[in-house]
């Protein structure tokens, strides 16, 4: 499915299925299509299925690269079909897991507040700003829904304003301040009869969600080719005719940043940076039917990798890590002239 495919239209059985063949054909992105895939059945409704999805996952021999991502996904789904007990359970060992990844505790924390434990919610999303955001300078953008979602939930119990609820309002762009946003009322304003009342409503909504559908609606990134050192050398040493594409490896990267610049200058919008692997990269050749030492396959392997969701968003965020796997932040890396 394309990301520009309108949702009412998608038949989520079918692409669910289309996503579980793919994940066979690439056995290195079975993590990304399978959750897909389970986000799918969730929406047709089918959330004994995506947890069987989950489960094949988590019993994968494959180390997972967000396991905790999946717990938590397979928690919020138990949740919504009867099994709470199991997922409160999952839900904790997430939390005592303290994962550093954002996303796990925007998860349980959301289930909890979907089931009205509030305090719960609370408790997790605070418990995941204290330790993912204390003593950062500016927040990366991944744990602005840790602080949304926090003041949504302190706006639902009546709590007076703090230190985080602050930082969440200045990483906050829409036009609606988040106070209004997450103005209790609202809730009852959804169950009016009032048309003015309703109005109103649907303008708030239609300003919250204007950034998603923008990003929804969007197609794949005209993405660049990326090879880490490692990769790149067991490449060059495995088709050295591929030397004249990449002469070293400062200017492999020099180069991509260059050729996204050059890109974002002229107005090219959504852009991003793909990063090969040289077992993948082969395995596409073999299916294209042509040899890996082909320079004229590179583009066409970026291509495919952004369409399977391997994209990285250029440029990075303030303050997050450099796309070249440096361990800097952009700024002080290749970003350092921007």
Not at 80 to 104: K, L, M, Q, T
Not at 107 to 126: K, N, Q, R, W, Y
Not at 256 to 270: D, K, Y
Request: glycine share 6%.
């Amino acid at each position: 499915m394309r990301p520009d495919t309108p949702a009412e239209t998608v038949d989520h059985t079918a692409e669910a299925a289309r996503l579980e063949r793919t994940a066979g054909l690439y056995p290195e992105d079975t993590e990304a299509l399978l959750l897909r895939a389970a986000a799918h059945l969730e929406l047709a409704g089918d959330r004994p299925t995506a947890t069987a999805l989950y489960d094949r996952l988590l019993s994968s021999t494959d180390g997972l690269e967000n396991p905790h991502l999946v717990r938590a996904l397979k928690a919020s789904n138990l949740w919504e079909y009867g099994h709470e007990a199991e997922a409160r359970a999952i839900i904790e060992g997430v939390r005592v897991a303290s994962p550093r990844d954002p996303a796990p505790w925007v998860i349980v924390a959301e289930a909890l507040e979907s089931h009205d434990e509030l305090e719960a919610a609370h408790d997790t999303f605070t418990e995941a700003v204290r330790l993912l955001l204390t003593d950062v300078p500016e927040p990366p953008q991944p744990t602005h829904p840790l602080l949304f979602g926090r003041h949504r939930v302190r706006r639902m119990l009546g709590s007076s304003h703090d230190e985080w609820d602050a930082l969440a309002d200045t990483v906050h762009s829409l036009p609606i301040t988040l106070d209004e946003l997450h103005d209790p009322k609202r809730v009852w304003s959804l169950g009016s009869e009032n048309p003015a009342e309703l109005e109103a409503e649907i303008t708030r909504l239609r300003a919250e969600l204007g950034a998603y559908r923008e990003a929804l609606s969007r197609p794949f990134p005209v993405a660049i080719l990326h090879w880490s050192a490692p990769e790149l050398s067991e490449l060059l040493e495995a088709y050295p005719t591929l030397t004249s594409e990449y002469p070293s490896h400062e200017t492999h990267l020099a180069t991509i940043e260059s050729a996204l610049r050059e890109l974002s200058s002229s107005g090219t919008p959504n852009l991003g940076i793909v990063t090969g692997t040289v077992p993948s990269y082969e395995a596409f050749a073999a299916s294209e039917g042509t040899s890996p030492s082909d320079a004229t396959l590179l583009p066409q392997y970026a291509t495919t990798l952004a369409a399977r969701g391997r994209a990285v968003a250029w440029p990075p965020q303030q303050g997050a890590a450099c796309w070249c796997g440096s361990g800097r932040a952009y700024g002080e890396c290749h970003g350092s002239d921007a």
